[in-house]
T-cell receptor, first 114, second 121 residues
Framework: DQQVKQNSPSLSVQEGRISILNCDYTNSMFDYFLWYKKYPAEGPTFLISISSIKDKNEDGRFTVFLNKSAKHLSLHIVPSQPGDSAVYFCAASARQTGANNLFFGTGTRLTVIP | GAGVSQTPSNKVTEKGKYVELRCDPISGHTALYWYRQSLGQGPEFLIYFQGTGAADDSGLPNDRFFAVRPEGSVSTLKIQRTERGDSAVYLC???????????????????FGPGTRLTVL
């Protein structure tokens, strides 16, 4: 039962353009969301997060948008750079339940073309 | 400072053997997590330690899997009678505080190690 879904396994974008990665979730108890970036042979690296009390969080070139009614979040990268090429994982947790683990999506491989 | 480290980076074993995977968390981090990532999937939660105790082991697939953290720092994931289906990348993460503690801060951000790739032949 996949509670966090990333339906696009891959995405290619031209350098300088915007990359939009999408994520959907099914568990209404999720109240904290994160994006991780993963390079080959490395562990996931934390990128940006958002609490369910917000609908947007921005950090430099990275912005995460949360639509609670649609149970959907997205990560925008602008402008995209070749070094952004990696697998991006969406993750969620249910802090309000006291649960301690993260639930991850299956990832989206982003390729930024120079 | 040093990040989360895991050893070995690769482990090849035969079906039925016993393996131990080690995780060194970031110094001072009280919370430690083990995840397993199979090919084409995202990481899946196995177990969470707060200090020395396993506070949540609901993700362990069966009783062949066991983990310890005797001194509240280094953790070892132990797998008995390995099966081919156990082949995956085993990821360890640590955070300064657990998720439930850090409602309004980011001290619960989980930092991951590079993982141990386990192959069971």
């Amino acid at each position: 039962d996949q509670q966090v879904k990333q339906n696009s396994p891959s995405l290619s974008v031209q350098e300088g353009r915007i990359s939009i990665l999408n994520c959907d979730y099914t568990n209404s108890m999720f109240d904290y969301f994160l994006w991780y970036k993963k390079y080959p042979a490395e562990g996931p690296t934390f990128l940006i997060s958002i609490s369910s009390i917000k609908d947007k969080n921005e950090d430099g070139r990275f912005t995460v948008f949360l639509n609670k009614s649609a149970k959907h979040l997205s990560l925008h990268i602008v402008p995209s750079q070749p070094g952004d090429s990696a697998v991006y994982f969406c993750a969620a947790s249910a802090r309000q339940t006291g649960a301690n683990n993260l639930f991850f999506g299956t990832g989206t491989r982003l390729t930024v073309i120079p | 400072g040093a990040g989360v480290s895991q050893t070995p980076s690769n482990k090849v074993t035969e079906k039925g053997k016993y393996v131990e995977l080690r995780c060194d968390p970031i110094s001072g981090h009280t919370a430690l997590y083990w995840y397993r990532q199979s090919l084409g999937q995202g990481p899946e939660f196995l177990i969470y330690f707060q200090g020395t105790g396993a506070a949540d082991d609901s993700g362990l697939p069966n009783d062949r899997f066991f983990a310890v953290r005797p001194e509240g720092s280094v953790s070892t994931l132990k797998i008995q009678r390995t099966e081919r289906g156990d082949s995956a990348v085993y990821l360890c993460a640590s955070s300064l505080n657990p998720i439930w503690y850090a409602e309004s801060t980011h001290t619960d951000t989980q930092y991951f190690g590079p993982g141990t790739r386990l192959t069971v032949l």
